[in-house]
């Protein structure tokens, strides 16, 4: 049964850092693209970042490049979100997912997604 | 960016279909694979995976929910809808970065 558990989130204030984490199971953590998506309160779906399977490459929108990094360990399964400069609106709850990609494009769907943490952005 | 357009809402009666639907800004097809996809969303869940590539039933997912289209409009069909279909529903473009998704249309019991 695939499985991924984020951690980390919690309550910072404008201007700081924190780091997210997400221990996938259940399948070849190295075959796969991750990525994280986040859901601002009573909002719809944003992608956030995502990286290949050797880690290779990363991929951001504008609203957090050079602001958020996504790195990986894959001997250990997990999927990291390092965010620096942390916004108001930046607050939403953040999702890590897996990601499979068709041949024709660089980007896919997210086939496995995990409960989510939540990340409050106030002073 | 792909701007994908979804009605807000749509009320539905138990045992009947709801057609949802989603259009996109440009087209979302590169030769025979059309790059969207949909999710549900009850609250206070994750989203769930349904269709993959407009029309593929993703793992586990019922046969009374399937997906068509191509090109820039695209649909979601549950057929009949059951009461733990009631969800907000979301189509995804994966055609160019970034990913985009629609604003969702939540699927209500008339």
């Known amino acids: 049964e695939v499985q991924l558990v984020e951690s980390g989130g919690g309550l910072v204030q404008p201007g700081r850092s924190l780091k997210l984490s997400c221990v996938a199971s259940?399948?070849?953590?190295?075959?796969?693209?991750m990525t994280w998506i986040r859901q601002a309160p009573g909002k719809g779906l944003e992608w956030v970042a995502s990286?290949?399977?050797?880690?290779?490459?990363?991929y951001y929108p504008d609203s957090v490049k050079g602001r958020f990094t996504i790195s990986r360990d894959n001997a250990k399964s997990t999927l990291y979100l390092q965010m620096n400069s942390l916004r108001s609106e930046d607050t939403a709850t953040y999702y890590c997912?897996?990601?499979?990609?068709?041949?024709?494009?660089?980007?896919?769907?997210?086939?496995?997604w995990g409960q989510g943490v939540m990340v409050t952005v106030s002073s | 960016d792909i701007v994908l357009t979804q009605s807000p809402a749509l009320a539905v009666s138990l045992g009947q279909r709801a057609t949802i639907s989603c259009r996109a800004s440009q087209s979302v097809s590169i030769s025979r694979y059309n790059l969207m996809h949909w999710y549900q969303q009850k609250p206070g869940q994750q989203p769930k995976l349904l269709i993959y590539?407009?029309?593929n039933l993703a793992s586990g997912i019922p046969a009374r929910f399937s997906g068509s289209g191509s090109g820039t409009d695209f649909t979601l069909t549950i057929n009949p809808v059951q009461a733990d279909d009631i969800a907000t529903y979301y189509c995804q473009q994966s055609r160019e970065s970034p990913n985009t998704f629609g604003a969702g249309t939540k699927l209500e019991l008339k």
């Open positions: 997912t897996r990601e499979t990609i068709a041949a024709i494009s660089t980007s896919g769907y997210f086939d496995y």
């Open positions: 259940g399948f070849t953590f190295n075959n796969y693209w």
């Open positions: 990286i290949t399977n050797t880690g290779g490459s990363t």
């Open positions: 590539r407009a029309s």
